[in-house]
């Protein structure tokens, strides 16, 4: 098994990938990207993710179906969610099936880092 960790991110803004991706591989980071929820589910049924990054307002399936998806198949995944419709009925709901992290849209690089990092200890440990 490889060591290094495995992150998808979903988001149907293309800018969230573009900035993300790069970031995150220059931190040693296995990044692939989705903007459509049905290949992102596709990609995840083939294979395991250390950690998922997904939106929750998307065309098709939403994030909620998504995230309620990654964690029957895989509930070691650590799942973030990031959102610009935050409120405290979806962060609710995100932790109540089993979501790591809730960030709200805008962000900063250096925040969902911080969060991944604290994901991909909590899997280190596990």
Known sequence: MSEQTSILILDDE??????LRPSLEKKGYEVETFTASADALKRVRERQFDIVVTDL???GVDGMQFLTEVKSLYPDTEVIVITGFATMATAKESFNKGVFDFLAKPF?????AE?????EA???KS
């Open 57 to 59: 307002k998307m065309e």
């Open 115 to 119: 969060v991944i990092a604290k994901a």
């Open 108 to 112: 900063k690089l250096g925040e969902i």
């Open 122 to 124: 909590k899997i280190k």
């Open 14 to 19: 293309p800018i969230v990938s573009k900035r």
